[in-house]
C-alpha cells in the first residue's frame, strides 16, 4: 500500500485532486474509510465517491457480477448480454475504472488497449467501453471523473489517443469532456471475423492524450468493437 497523505483544505477542487491521488494508492476497505472521513468536507457527494482502477486480471466474480448488475441496469436493452458477461462483444479492457459508493459499484468505465490503423498507420488506442452510472448518481459529475481517470491511466500506459462509439445524441456530452467527432470510415470485425462497416447508429469520437489527433485515412479496428 502506497503513503496515504490527508490533505484538509476549504478548496474543493484541492480535495477532489487530494482524494484523487488517495484513491489510487488504497484497497476499497481503506476507501470507504476515508470517505467517511472526507464527506463533511465537501458539498458535492459525486466529489468524495472513491474511484478505483483496477486491471481485468484481479476481477473477481463478487466484482464482474455486481458490474454486470450495474450494466444490466445502465444498458436495459443489452441486458441479455450484460447478464452473462461484462465485457462488450467478449472484447475485455485492460483495466476498469470504478466509482464506490460504500462497497456498492455505482459508476464504471472499461479501458481497451487495441492497436488498430488509420491508412497505412500502426498505432495503440485507449478504446472507452459501458461507460455507465447508475441512476441515482447520475447529473453529479460522476461520468466526468470516471472519464479522466480512465484517461489519465491510460496516458500514464502510453497510450497517445482515445476512441470511443456511441449515439449520436451523446455527442454533446463527450464534446464537454474534450473528446472530438471523427467523421470517417471505420471497418471493424463482425462474429465470423469478416470486415463490416461500423454500426450505422454510432459515430466514433476521438481524445488526443499526447497532443497529436489520430492519423488521417480509415480506420480499421482490427477486431471486434468494443
Ligand atoms: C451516459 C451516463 C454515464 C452519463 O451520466 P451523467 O454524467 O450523470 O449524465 P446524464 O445521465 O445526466 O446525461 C448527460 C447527457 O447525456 C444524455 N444521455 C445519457 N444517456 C443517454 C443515452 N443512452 N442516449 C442518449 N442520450 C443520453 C442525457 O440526456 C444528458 O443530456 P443533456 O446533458 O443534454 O441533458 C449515464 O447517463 C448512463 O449511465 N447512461 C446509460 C448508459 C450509457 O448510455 N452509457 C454511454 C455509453 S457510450
Known sequence: MGAIILVVSADRSTQGLAWQIVS????????????RLLHPMTESPSLVLPLQ?????????????????????????????????????DVRPAFSVFAWHGD???????IIERPITCGDVLVRVAGVQSLAVVPDWRRSGLSQRLMAAA?????RRGMRFGLLFCVPELEGFYA???????DRAVTMRDAA?????????????????????????????????W
Open 151 to 155: 484517461m489519465r491511466e491510460a496516458q
Open 193 to 225: 471475423g469478416r470486415p463490416v462497416p461500423l454500426t450505422a447508429k454510432n459515430i466514433s469520437m476521438e481524445l488526443a492524450l499526447a497532443g497529436d489527433p489520430l492519423p488521417p485515412g480509415p480506420i480499421d479496428l482490427q477486431g471486434r468493437d
Open 53 to 89: 482502477v483496477i486491471d481485468e486480471c484481479h476481477i473477481d466474480l463478487e466484482l464482474d457480477t455486481a458490474v454486470r448488475r450495474l450494466l444490466c441496469e445502465c444498458f436495459p436493452s443489452d441486458a441479455e448480454a450484460f447478464s452473462v458477461r461484462r465485457a462488450w462483444n
Open 176 to 182: 464537454r469532456m474534450d473528446w472530438r467527432r471523427i
Open 24 to 35: 489510487a494508492k488504497v484497497p476499497c476497505c481503506v476507501h470507504f474509510v476515508l470517505s
Open 104 to 110: 456498492k459499484v455505482v459508476g464504471q468505465v472499461g
